[in-house]
């Protein structure tokens, strides 16, 4: 604070930086949760639930086994034995699927998901999600009359990409 007195954190303390920074977090998480989103409706309308619920249960598996790797898996609050088990499995999962659907920043601290997890969190949502999108083009490709709803393949890359590929 002394050498910038102007900037805490990652928030600068004049306007426009706090403008800037304001709306990069808002686009941020509003093209994580509707990448998200729009991914996990697109392989609920093609595939059945089970293969979503398999493709959630992998990811937060990674995680939990990240967390254990590290030997940080159970939380900071001074709870030990199968309570103190307990409730880090859903402190971790709650945190984790917070953080994937909203880009949250504030779970990026070491004691909740960590900047590395948190980065490669933010990297593989959108290669999630064109996965899924691509298919999705595929599955309708094959069985267009196995669909009610019918997305074109412009507006499926559109929408997951955040716009920038229409």
């Given at each position: 604070?002394?050498?910038?007195?102007?900037?805490?954190?990652?928030?600068?303390?004049?306007?426009?930086?706090?403008?800037?920074?304001?709306?990069?977090?808002?686009?941020?998480?509003?093209?994580?949760?509707?990448?998200?989103?729009?991914?996990?409706?697109?392989?609920?309308?093609s595939?059945?639930?089970?293969?979503?619920?398999t493709?959630?249960?992998?990811?937060?598996?990674?995680?939990?086994?990240?967390?254990?790797?590290?030997?940080?898996?159970l939380?900071?609050?001074?709870?030990?034995?199968?309570?103190?088990?307990?409730?880090?499995?859903?402190?971790?999962?709650?945190?984790?699927?917070?953080?994937?659907?909203?880009?949250?920043?504030?779970?990026?601290?070491?004691?909740?998901?960590?900047?590395?997890?948190?980065?490669?969190?933010?990297?593989?949502?959108?290669?999630?999600?064109?996965?899924?999108?691509?298919?999705?083009?595929?599955?309708?490709?094959e069985?267009?009359?196995?669909?009610?709803?019918?997305?074109?393949?412009?507006?499926?890359?559109?929408?997951?990409?955040?716009?920038?590929?229409?």
């Amino acid at each position: 604070r002394a050498s910038a007195p102007y900037f805490y954190g990652f928030i600068p303390l004049d306007r426009p930086g706090k403008v800037k920074v304001f709306m990069a977090m808002f686009l941020m998480s509003t093209f994580q949760i509707s990448a998200r989103a729009f991914a996990c409706a697109l392989c609920l309308t093609s595939d059945t639930a089970a293969f979503l619920m398999t493709i959630f249960a992998a990811d937060v598996g990674a995680f939990f086994l990240y967390k254990l790797l590290r030997k940080d898996f159970l939380y900071w609050a001074p709870i030990y034995g199968i309570a103190g088990c307990a409730m880090a499995c859903e402190v971790r999962l709650v945190t984790k699927v917070i953080t994937d659907f909203t880009g949250l920043t504030h779970f990026r601290h070491p004691y909740e998901l960590g900047g590395i997890y948190f980065a490669f969190n933010l990297f593989t949502t959108p290669i999630a999600s064109f996965w899924l999108a691509s298919r999705y083009v595929r599955f309708t490709e094959e069985n267009p009359e196995g669909l009610t709803i019918i997305f074109s393949e412009r507006a499926v890359y559109s929408v997951i990409g955040g716009g920038t590929l229409a």
